[in-house]
Protein backbone atom coordinates (compact mmCIF):
# COMPACT_ATOMS: atom_id res chain seq x y z
CA UNK A 1 0.00 0.00 0.00
CA UNK A 2 1.70 3.47 -1.00
CA UNK A 3 0.76 6.56 0.75
CA UNK A 4 -2.20 9.55 0.40
CA UNK A 5 -0.21 12.36 -1.48
CA UNK A 6 -2.49 14.81 -0.16
CA UNK A 7 -1.58 13.52 3.49
CA UNK A 8 2.36 14.26 2.75
CA UNK A 9 4.05 17.57 3.98
CA UNK A 10 4.65 20.17 0.96
CA UNK A 11 8.24 19.37 -0.10
CA UNK A 12 8.51 15.77 1.08
CA UNK A 13 10.24 13.11 -0.78
CA UNK A 14 8.76 9.87 -0.94
CA UNK A 15 8.07 6.57 -3.83
CA UNK A 16 5.28 5.23 -4.74
CA UNK A 17 3.50 2.60 -7.59
CA UNK A 18 1.28 4.58 -10.04
CA UNK A 19 0.04 4.26 -13.82
CA UNK A 20 0.58 7.14 -15.82
CA UNK A 21 -2.45 7.97 -17.77
CA UNK A 22 -0.98 10.25 -19.98
CA UNK A 23 1.52 13.39 -20.92
CA UNK A 24 1.09 16.40 -21.86
CA UNK A 25 3.79 19.68 -22.07
CA UNK A 26 5.63 17.96 -18.82
CA UNK A 27 2.82 17.07 -16.89
CA UNK A 28 1.73 13.45 -16.41
CA UNK A 29 -1.48 11.94 -15.41
CA UNK A 30 -1.42 9.79 -12.61
CA UNK A 31 -4.06 7.12 -11.19
CA UNK A 32 -2.45 5.82 -7.50
CA UNK A 33 -3.21 2.28 -7.16
CA UNK A 34 -3.38 1.23 -3.57
CA UNK A 35 -4.96 3.60 -2.13
CA UNK A 36 -6.93 4.77 -5.37
CA UNK A 37 -6.02 8.76 -5.84
CA UNK A 38 -5.61 10.64 -9.01
CA UNK A 39 -2.45 13.21 -9.27
CA UNK A 40 -0.64 15.02 -11.38
CA UNK A 41 3.47 15.11 -11.59
CA UNK A 42 5.37 18.86 -13.02
CA UNK A 43 8.24 18.86 -14.49
CA UNK A 44 8.13 14.93 -15.94
CA UNK A 45 9.61 13.60 -18.61
CA UNK A 46 8.03 12.62 -21.86
CA UNK A 47 6.84 9.01 -21.10
CA UNK A 48 4.76 6.24 -21.94
CA UNK A 49 1.70 5.31 -20.29
CA UNK A 50 1.91 2.37 -18.23
CA UNK A 51 2.60 1.27 -14.76
CA UNK A 52 6.13 2.63 -12.98
CA UNK A 53 7.43 3.15 -9.54
CA UNK A 54 8.43 6.43 -9.04
CA UNK A 55 11.00 7.01 -6.82
CA UNK A 56 12.31 10.04 -5.00
CA UNK A 57 9.57 12.34 -6.08
CA UNK A 58 8.36 15.54 -3.93
CA UNK A 59 5.38 16.75 -2.83
CA UNK A 60 5.03 20.17 -4.33
CA UNK A 61 4.26 23.51 -2.49
CA UNK A 62 1.08 23.90 -3.89
CA UNK A 63 -2.09 23.23 -2.63
CA UNK A 64 -3.03 20.14 -4.50
CA UNK A 65 -2.65 16.50 -5.17
CA UNK A 66 0.65 17.59 -7.37
CA UNK A 67 4.28 16.40 -7.13
CA UNK A 68 7.17 18.29 -8.67
CA UNK A 69 10.17 16.00 -10.01
CA UNK A 70 13.47 17.09 -8.34
CA UNK A 71 17.05 16.06 -10.42
CA UNK A 72 17.00 12.64 -9.20
CA UNK A 73 13.83 11.50 -9.32
CA UNK A 74 13.59 7.66 -11.52
CA UNK A 75 10.57 6.59 -13.58
CA UNK A 76 10.80 2.59 -13.66
CA UNK A 77 8.31 0.92 -16.16
CA UNK A 78 6.84 -2.28 -15.19
CA UNK A 79 7.42 -4.46 -18.38
CA UNK A 80 4.34 -6.52 -19.30
CA UNK A 81 4.41 -10.19 -18.26
CA UNK A 82 5.25 -12.89 -21.19
CA UNK A 83 3.40 -16.13 -20.87
CA UNK A 84 3.88 -18.49 -18.38
CA UNK A 85 7.05 -19.53 -19.18
CA UNK A 86 9.49 -18.51 -16.49
CA UNK A 87 10.17 -17.66 -12.47
CA UNK A 88 12.50 -15.18 -12.28
CA UNK A 89 13.88 -15.03 -8.40
CA UNK A 90 15.32 -11.67 -6.46
CA UNK A 91 16.62 -12.87 -2.91
CA UNK A 92 16.74 -10.81 -0.55
CA UNK A 93 19.39 -11.65 2.80
CA UNK A 94 20.82 -14.20 0.98
CA UNK A 95 23.07 -15.54 3.07
CA UNK A 96 24.91 -18.29 1.23
CA UNK A 97 21.95 -18.63 -1.29
CA UNK A 98 20.36 -21.33 -0.19
CA UNK A 99 16.64 -20.71 -1.40
CA UNK A 100 18.25 -19.79 -4.45
CA UNK A 101 20.11 -23.78 -4.82
CA UNK A 102 16.44 -25.33 -4.15
CA UNK A 103 14.56 -22.93 -6.28
CA UNK A 104 17.87 -23.50 -9.12
CA UNK A 105 16.93 -27.06 -8.98
CA UNK A 106 13.13 -26.63 -9.62
CA UNK A 107 13.98 -25.11 -12.78
CA UNK A 108 13.93 -21.15 -11.48
CA UNK A 109 16.54 -18.70 -12.26
CA UNK A 110 17.65 -16.11 -9.87
CA UNK A 111 18.44 -12.61 -11.20
CA UNK A 112 19.81 -10.65 -8.02
CA UNK A 113 20.78 -11.80 -4.56
CA UNK A 114 21.08 -8.09 -2.41
CA UNK A 115 23.24 -9.17 1.12
CA UNK A 116 24.96 -6.80 3.35
CA UNK A 117 27.68 -9.10 4.52
CA UNK A 118 30.89 -8.52 3.00
CA UNK A 119 31.55 -12.08 3.67
CA UNK A 120 28.01 -13.64 2.03
CA UNK A 121 28.63 -11.68 -0.67
CA UNK A 122 32.02 -12.97 -1.40
CA UNK A 123 30.52 -16.45 -1.46
CA UNK A 124 27.67 -15.79 -3.59
CA UNK A 125 30.06 -14.49 -6.14
CA UNK A 126 32.26 -17.70 -6.02
CA UNK A 127 29.04 -20.16 -6.33
CA UNK A 128 26.81 -18.05 -8.79
CA UNK A 129 26.95 -15.99 -12.04
CA UNK A 130 23.65 -13.74 -11.37
CA UNK A 131 24.13 -10.17 -9.58
CA UNK A 132 25.22 -9.41 -6.38
CA UNK A 133 24.35 -6.02 -4.80
CA UNK A 134 25.97 -5.48 -1.48
CA UNK A 135 23.50 -3.29 0.54
CA UNK A 136 21.10 -2.79 2.88
CA UNK A 137 17.20 -2.80 1.59
CA UNK A 138 16.39 0.25 3.65
CA UNK A 139 18.95 2.19 0.74
CA UNK A 140 16.59 3.51 -1.95
CA UNK A 141 19.92 3.24 -4.30
CA UNK A 142 19.74 -0.28 -3.43
CA UNK A 143 16.24 -0.78 -4.24
CA UNK A 144 16.45 0.92 -7.59
CA UNK A 145 19.26 -1.48 -8.55
CA UNK A 146 17.08 -4.52 -8.05
CA UNK A 147 14.46 -2.54 -9.77
CA UNK A 148 16.35 -2.67 -12.80
CA UNK A 149 17.19 -6.78 -12.63
CA UNK A 150 12.88 -7.71 -12.04
CA UNK A 151 13.04 -8.96 -15.77
CA UNK A 152 9.33 -9.29 -17.35
CA UNK A 153 9.37 -13.15 -16.00
CA UNK A 154 6.87 -14.16 -13.39
CA UNK A 155 8.80 -12.91 -10.12
CA UNK A 156 9.37 -14.71 -6.86
CA UNK A 157 11.04 -12.91 -4.12
CA UNK A 158 12.74 -15.05 -1.33
CA UNK A 159 14.01 -13.77 1.72
CA UNK A 160 16.51 -15.62 4.43
CA UNK A 161 16.60 -14.63 8.28
CA UNK A 162 19.51 -14.11 10.45
CA UNK A 163 21.92 -16.91 10.93
CA UNK A 164 21.00 -18.36 14.85
CA UNK A 165 22.69 -17.51 17.77
CA UNK A 166 25.22 -20.80 17.84
CA UNK A 167 26.24 -19.58 13.76
CA UNK A 168 30.03 -19.65 13.77
CA UNK A 169 29.03 -16.08 12.08
CA UNK A 170 27.14 -14.88 14.95
CA UNK A 171 23.59 -12.49 14.10
Known amino acids: MDLIISDQPHGAQFSLVAYVVQYDNGILTCKGLSPPQDFKIGGAPDIQAGLYTIYDAMRSQEDCDCITVPGETEFHVYQPKREFQNVNIIDLCSGMGGFS ?45 LHVHRGNDFLRITGGFPCQGFSSQGD
Open 101 to 145: IGSNLLGMRTSAFVERSALACDALRANFTSLVIEGDLGDMQTLKQ
